[in-house]
């Protein structure tokens, strides 16, 4: 098992900013793409960011040039900045990996956290 531990969420004004991180840990796994998906009630689940183990990145069109996503590979840990925050960026945010055993391949989630924006 990969356990997946995030932080960093909260209550944030409008136009403010935010850095969620997520800590992997789970012994013998190689861990590729991290990413952070996010769920806003009565919506589905959908991908905010992901990165490689290499740095490449993806982002969704709803955050693109307000967020960053960054990964330390040392310490299995992703990171989420993100700015100019708006009202319909309240979700709870899940980091989520593909981590790889022998020769299976695994995907984790974390337990979520709540980021709400709103004045």
């Known amino acids: 098992q990969v356990q997946l531990v995030e932080s960093g969420g909260g209550l944030v004004q409008p136009g403010g900013s935010l850095r969620l991180s997520c800590a992997a840990s789970g012994s013998g796994f190689s861990i590729n793409v991290m990413g952070w998906y996010r769920q806003a009630p009565g919506k589905e689940r959908e991908l905010v960011a992901a990165?490689?183990?290499?740095?490449?990145?993806n982002y969704a069109d709803s955050v693109k040039g307000r967020a960053t996503i960054s990964r330390d590979n040392a310490k299995n840990t992703v990171y989420l900045q993100m700015n100019s925050l708006r009202p319909e960026d309240t979700a709870v945010y899940y980091c989520?990996?593909?981590?790889?055993?022998?020769?299976?391949?695994?995907?984790?989630w974390g337990q979520g956290t709540q980021v709400t924006v709103s004045s």
């Open positions: 989520n990996c593909n981590a790889k055993k022998s020769f299976y391949e695994y995907i984790f």
């Open positions: 990165i490689s183990s290499g740095g490449s990145t």
